[in-house]
Nanobody, 122 residues
């Protein structure tokens, strides 16, 4: 089992950058694939990015490719989401999650953090 806590959200202007962090508690962190999801008001929670347990493979949804970078540090039990060139449509609550499978499928993620708000003004 793993407990997840996100941080780093905030209010920024379009074009700015933010770095989200997710701290994991649990000795098995390095055995999980990790993902970032987001949920805007009135919308379904959607996949943003995923990283394999080793960090060697990454997946992104099309709308963030070239702007966002997911990474992990297994020694520190952390996963990160570097977000550059932010747009108002990136506004959402961002969640990190852990899965036994390297996948963009939300249903495959068993463990979730509480979320951190990212607001991008135009």
């Amino acid at each position: 089992q793993v407990q997840l806590v996100e941080s780093g959200g905030g209010l920024v202007q379009a074009g700015d950058s933010l770095r989200l962090a997710c701290a994991a508690a649990g000795r098995t962190f390095s055995t999980y694939a990790m993902g970032w999801f987001r949920q805007a008001p009135g919308k379904e929670r959607e996949f943003v990015a995923a990283v394999s347990w080793s960090g060697s493979r990454t997946l992104y949804t099309d709308s963030v490719k070239g702007r966002f970078t997911i990474s992990r540090d297994n020694a520190k039990n952390n996963v990160y989401l570097q977000m550059n060139s932010l747009k108002p449509e990136d506004t959402a609550v961002y969640y990190c999650a852990a899965s036994s499978n390297y996948t963009p499928q939300r249903a495959e993620y068993a463990y979730w953090g509480q979320g951190t708000q990212v607001t991008v003004s135009s």
